[in-house]
């Protein structure tokens, strides 16, 4: 079914489901995309009628022939291509292209046009690679790249697509409640589509542009993407440079570090960025969790003589590397994927629990005092320590199935509430062992514990 609204071609969702949309309060999200928008509209090739969708030519054509006419006409020659230099007509010194297109593109969106594709090349490595122009014309073929701050369009940006796997289908998706909040909160959408689809009925593929906000100023935004690829569609490097290097631009007198708003669905993606692309800066995002005692070790990591706190903080990812940490780490009751970048030794406890999607121990500490992995999603526990743990607490976890990869020696081990039939692989010895309440209705007997385990205290299987 085809449907015509305030000049869009609509086919993506249905009359009630954009209605709805529609109604989303979008006083937070103008003032937010009105801080980008002209200067992204300044860099696009041309907008639909609205104004509310921007277009940009990616061109597969030779881009030498088009840069040398263009500087040609304004008073410079190419000294050397792949090496970016240009000099002015009668003067002997070398200026670089970037920067003479960078200063005739403030006042003609031709020169920032080329500048772009120029710097897309050079990022894919294609220059390097560069004999004629007619290798050049096969670096991709021609697309345009859109970038909508419509309700349509961000409604539409899965439903009924070649993606709609996504969980922001909103026929059916678990986390659809985060569109209207998208529409709210001033995300932007992206799409790489074929120059004659315009109307954005058959997508290649689909990247957010989400508010990450100044950690000490709210009011203060930064527009970026979670992904360095295409996560939903088609991957597409040159896409991806494409509208990093546009966001950039608008955003180039951006400074600070900046999270992800938290209200937004986090997509296992970036929570922190800097401005311009810059990595952040470990010591930023330790003075914002309160982490004393710190030392910023040559290979990146830090190491804390101390505690680290950071549960209960929305984390999808820790932030930072760390190395040692002499006291206790805590990342419980977030929302974490993977414990990847966790210190590989704790002096003190370690607590990963409640984090409901954590469904390996990979990337945990190798070493810790007392170890707290309850209520996740595990379905195994490679990766946890080898060495003797004081407590071992990996309780309620519905999808183990096997205690092999424990520690060989524990002081307390309780795997109740887990989903076990065989004590296989259980520690070699315990002073206290909880293995009552298998969700599997399975019960273990003391016997059963004893044959797999030296226990020199309590047995509690029911």
Not at 117 to 141: G, I, M, P, Q, R
Not at 373 to 388: H, I, M, Q, V, W
Request: proline residues 4%.
């Amino acid at each position: 079914m085809k449907i015509i609204v305030d000049n869009y071609l609509f086919e993506a969702l249905k009359p009630s489901e954009f209605r709805e949309l529609m109604q989303v309060g979008r006083d937070l999200a103008m003032k937010r995309i009105g801080g980008i928008w002209d200067k992204l509209k300044s860099q696009a090739d041309s907008t639909n009628r609205n104004g509310d969708r921007l277009f940009f030519e990616i061109s597969a054509s030779p881009l030498e022939d088009k840069l040398h006419r263009y500087l040609k006409a304004n008073n410079y020659e190419i000294v050397d291509y792949k090496g970016g230099l240009v000099r002015k007509m009668g003067d002997k010194n070398n200026v670089k292209i970037v920067k003479v297109l960078s200063i005739l593109g403030k006042n003609d969106p031709t020169a920032s046009k080329l500048q772009r594709n120029y710097e897309l090349l050079k990022s894919v490595d294609k220059l390097n690679d560069y004999d004629s122009a007619k290798s050049e014309s096969a670096v991709a073929e021609d697309y345009i790249m859109v970038i909508s701050k419509s309700p349509y369009d961000l409604g539409g940006m899965t439903t009924d697509r070649k993606w709609d796997f996504s969980c922001m289908n909103l026929r059916g998706g678990v986390n659809k409640h985060f569109v209207p909040i998208d529409i709210k909160l001033g995300t932007l959408v992206s799409f790489l589509v074929n120059p004659t689809d315009k109307n954005i009925k058959n997508p290649i593929g689909r990247i957010l542009i989400k508010p990450y906000l100044e950690l000490d100023n709210k009011d203060e935004v930064l527009y970026g993407i979670e992904h360095n690829k295409v996560k939903y569609g088609k991957d597409n490097p040159e896409y991806v440079k494409t509208l990093v290097n546009v966001l950039d631009k608008a955003q180039e007198e951006k400074t600070g570090v900046f999270r992800l708003d938290e209200k937004l669905y986090a997509d296992a993606g970036k929570q922190f960025k800097s401005s311009n692309s810059k990595d952040v800066p470990p010591e930023r995002i330790l003075e914002y969790f309160k982490i004393k005692n710190y030392t910023i070790n040559e290979d990146g990591t830090v190491d804390v003589n101390g505690d680290v706190d950071l549960s209960d903080k929305g984390l999808i990812e820790i932030p930072i590397k760390f190395g040692e940490v002499k006291g206790n780490f805590d990342v419980s009751h977030n929302k974490l994927l993977s414990l990847k970048n966790c210190p590989s030794e704790v002096g003190g406890e370690f607590k990963c629990s409640y984090n409901r999607q954590l469904s390996s121990l990979k990337w945990g500490p190798k070493r810790a005092k007392d170890y707290f992995c309850n209520r996740c999603d595990l379905n195994s526990l490679d990766g946890a320590p080898t060495e003797y743990v004081r407590l071992f607490i990996l309780k309620n976890n519905s999808n183990i199935t096997s205690l092999k990869k424990s520690p060989e020696k524990v002081g307390i081990i309780d795997c109740s509430g887990c989903n076990l039939t065989s004590l296989e692989g259980a520690p070699k010895s315990a002073n206290s062992f909880y293995c009552s309440n298998q969700i599997n209705k399975h019960e273990f007997t003391e016997e059963d514990v004893k044959t797999v385990c030296d226990v020199s205290g309590f047995i509690i299987t029911k």
